[in-house]
């Protein structure tokens, strides 16, 4: 709700809360003016003080995840995703960042900590930003936002590892749908991540009259940087597949066990049974029943036919 | 079957049924003439009045789904799908878009719907409908019938869900044909949108002429939010084979349960059975029959067995 | 074998046998002189009269499928496949098209009639033929070649349905391989139809120059509706992968029934079979044995555990 | 190890060994001159007596089955792979092809029999060779090589054919190492072919200046059949899979079978040894045992009991 | 940590350690100075003494494993990775490359043995080093960097030819988890090398000016060597996705086998039993027990069953 700007030359510095976007317009003559607006209540303001053209609020309002780059004649329009993680799963904020001459205008939906830092540096006059334009400026919110993706890639990275020991020691019934969450997951940063490369890809042909060249080189790097990121996307998506199919594998190595031991036994004691049928038949003349050891005798010849079978599984390596 | 012209400019509207096509060229000197044709039977007569060139026709007639964008030298034809559900199923059903001049001819099979809130717009004056030309009014038809996807994607979205929830009960007969069904749809859609980027791309190179700069940054914010709704659409993909792959998992789980308990069953009771095989034998001389506790010793002897092979499957995670 | 020459222009009409290819050069002064030949046995006369290079017939003759468009500086060449139905199966057949100033020649295998209704148009002076040059000849030609392309994908997708149908009722062993059969047509169709779509894109680029901008128009529309055919044959094939998973979940399915049922009856019947067995024993002192209703008091326990073990299983639905 | 030379113009013909590749300049009068040599040992000498650039060598020297097309100022270089059988498996064999100026320089590893019918035709001077200069060489060795591509697929074709059949009648434990192979030999065709498709790409664009226009439709005709030989390899490809699909179909439903018998078997004879062991329990008072006929009666029960289950089966289809 | 000068012309060659790296600019008067640096810690020295733009240090400190390949006006900056085999598993290692006026600076984190070869032939005069600029040394470079991936992919390919026996033979449970190791291992390498294409498609377009037409065709072939590694790379990912096949074939071959034992030996022994169990009934009125030989009959006509069954299963091909 609240409305700051942030207004910086190389020498000088200025910070505050603005009450209308109007007001803004009054530090014109700093080299660099940041207006940052907590959510996106403010579009029609927008509109009415810088100009913007209807097709960038109709972009922002009905903006369902990926990234976009608009250049106009006089200004710049991107729309970017911030990823944060919240009660378990990932969740994405919209951040508008708009650069038109010296200014930039920044809109995300809650009170954003991914700039702090930046705000920070401009405060203390660290780094080379009081040195350069607001393009430098929106290299550097655009730098945040995607080095911000790396934590929560690095968490899911954690989480697969840990389900990979968990699938090994024995398949709980949650276990699949965790591997079909993170698969979700990955997804999810893959959707944020990939239409990035497009934007830059426009930004760098049709968005270069916005950006000099020593930033050009910044966004240059920082493209690559996304490249690098999404192959570690790729990596994860990869890791998650073969999650999956080792999932199965065990289920299906677990089936083969039961079934083993299941035929082991069954072989073994239905042969004995029957034997054991054969001289519990009533007939009144059977001879091995009169003699004298028949019943050593049988039990010694299950014994050795049992063991018989043993030594068959054993060889088969079934046991 | 029938036959409208909305006639309008900046400060005066106009709407009336005529007869034939020809009395629509009589309101030619209001700013935009909005022709809308019920049905495809009018197209020669279109032919004449407007003289179109015989392959657009072709391409009415023997369309099957693939949305078409041609590009002629004072005019332009494109052919659209809008969806909608019948008895539980999608179907699509075309509309053609004329723009000639300041004449936007559209046509489409049942009286459609989508188009209404349009002509609310144009009759009330709201929006930028009046202030701007024929171009605005052809983005805003394509821009409402691509909107009128989302929910339809969205119902699409809620019927996985339940499926999903249903899969993780039990399976009834039905699940695996309703996935198979819902990933159809899922196909569907995403044959009626993905040929709209080729359609837009189009329209970007060749069909610049036909838009105004203005109305041009609206076309590119609808090309990317296609694009966006095509990523919905692959994400409903991936998410069908998910279910897929959790509904076989489902099943192979289940399996394994009922032949676990067979193995279970099994291996307890058949070396029990064999031991009173054993003991139901008829020979003569069998000293364990004629010892005063021998039943029991042997009854003990069986639940001991039962004992041991439950501690063992108890240790294995069978029970 | 036979050679035949239909000549038109605008206001007379001849179509008669010919011995020799030269004979057809006669007719030059009709604005359209269309050559058909029988069978591909005539190459080197018709690269003697017309002077066609090499690398054509090189074509012709080693054409395993592959449609080819071939521009040369004064003439252009196209090579195409019908496709029919022979005994049950798919087959190809090849056709040439040759375009030379107002000259077309067209080859084929068998004695076409897929073009018999262009024949019958000419002779009839309907449709456009009799106003248009040769360009547009081939156009119809081409139109005709793709147009029967049609009626086989309907074929395929009707007898795919009846297969669905018969895999959710049972699974004849025949099943699989019939799937595996009309999946290689449908790749046969695609080999067929996807080339189709290079060879246009040569046809509008270096090919320009042979047709007409009003004939370019049906060309283009001709392109759009192969990229339909294609999508449609690109939907039968997942309609077909979707029919092999299917498939698999039948069987699979029916497995798990058998399973359960030799579970139920096992588990219920073993144990039971147990007690019987201890009382089989013959031990000499076993006082159930005397109890005046043992008997049925085992009887009776039997039933119970039978009726439980009844109650359990249709708890966990497996009866 | 032995170099050969070939020279020939319109209307004399020169065959001859040489000692060393200096002796080839001799012949540099006519007007295309065909140096063969057999193995690349004399790769510095080449390099001395044509000037060939080094990294033309490392690309011989470190090839891995990759083909190469360089072209540099005033020579051409191609290093393609011929493809033959031996003891039951895929070898390739590199060829290297330089054309310069009139003059052409091939290199092989064994003395191949693949440019025999070439020297045959020069020799006897049939065919264009004796019209056309060096770059028509070049050409007609091209296509000599790839056309032999094509008896290697049929021979993977019709062994594809033979398995087919061998799995619908049963797996022998080698089927499946077979299908294995015959998958990786269609890996290995598709990776020899594939990259022509490069070659030829870069050998129209930047090696167009090698070949006179004439022998560029050839070359052009040739670059389409490549196109269509790798269909046949990816056609191949997609039956391989094919085959391993109805290779698992075939143990899935076998292994159906097995369980199918075994159920049937247990669970007629399961339910009737439970009613034998009834009767055969000691109890002392078991009025059923008295009865005369006792015994056939619960024989006849038995069998009711069986026929009954026999039905529910044959019910079931299952037998 | 240690900094090293490598400075040589034609005729004369310097070897040296030095402390700062402003001493490296003394030696400028080469024709080539190469300056390599263990480690990444002297980034801002690099920055001040050779003016490198800061986009360069910030790639360099967030790589994580994709090549790289930047130019600026006057220099050129590669990150490329060594990859080298620690305690079983492949690990990679940056290695900066840079390329301003007759300076090569390298950087890599161990001291790198893979240039050890290129400083012997330097210092020994050998190969083309001295006559050539310091362009002709960063291809040297970075064919020995690329050249290096080839033993690790050997290494992975006779690992697999390994597994693939091992799992012929049986499956230790280990199994499944090697061939996912080594699947991971090819990902690596793939994901290494794949953007190596990118890195030279852009070294050909933008950083022509950095390298002589001698140079280039060297750049070339390295091109060209990288795709067909990046190929056998692929064929390496075929192989192990055949190998996961194997695996569950094998298994699924075994409980197959598993079953088929457990059901012939059931379906033979269960009705035996129930024969027994008939004869063992206690019914007073049995006829067949009086009978003399009814013993024997009865054993005879169980050998019958037994035989008639293994005679009914061998011919089902289960024995």
């Not at 959510?39 to 100009?51: C, I, N, P, R, T």
């Amino acid at each position: 709700m609240s409305k700051t700007v942030f207004a910086y030359s190389k020498d000088r510095f200025m910070g505050q809360k603005i009450e209308s976007l109007k007001d803004a317009l009054e530090f014109r003559d700093h080299s660099v003016v940041w207006v940052n607006i907590d959510g996106f209540d403010h579009l029609s303001e927008l509109k009415e003080v810088f100009g913007f053209h209807d097709a960038v609020f109709k972009a922002i309002v009905r903006s369902k995840g990926r990234v976009k780059a608009m250049m106009f004649e006089d200004y710049l329009f991107l729309l970017l995703y911030q990823i944060y993680e919240l009660s378990g799963g990932l969740k994405r904020e919209k951040t508008a960042i708009f650069l038109k001459d010296n200014f930039v205008i920044t809109m995300q939906e809650r009170a954003g900590d991914v700039f702090n830092p930046i705000r920070e540096s401009i405060r203390k006059g660290e780094g080379l930003f009081r040195e350069k334009g607001a393009d430098y400026l929106v290299f550097a919110l655009l730098d945040a936002i995607i080095e911000n993706y790396i934590p929560m890639l690095e968490r899911i990275s954690s989480r697969m590892e840990e389900l990979e020991s968990k699938i090994l020691k024995g398949d709980d019934e949650e276990t699949l749908r965790r591997i079909h969450r993170i698969r979700r997951e990955i997804l999810f940063m893959r959707r944020t991540i990939f239409p990035l490369l497009e934007a830059f890809r426009k930004l760098e042909i049709d968005g270069r009259r916005f950006f000099e060249q020593e930033t050009r080189e910044y966004l240059d790097e920082l493209h690559e940087h996304i490249m690098e990121v999404l192959e570690v996307v790729e990596s994860h998506r990869e890791m998650a597949n073969g999650l999956i199919e080792m999932y199965y594998s065990t289920i299906s190595m677990k089936t083969n066990e039961i079934i083993r031991i299941l035929t082991v036994v069954s072989t073994i004691f239905i042969p004995l049974t029957f034997i054991t049928g054969i001289y519990g038949m009533n007939f009144h003349y059977m001879p091995e029943l009169g003699w004298r050891y028949g019943y050593f005798a049988s039990l010694t010849g299950m014994l050795l036919i049992a063991l018989g079978m043993l030594y068959y599984f054993r060889k088969k390596g079934w046991l």
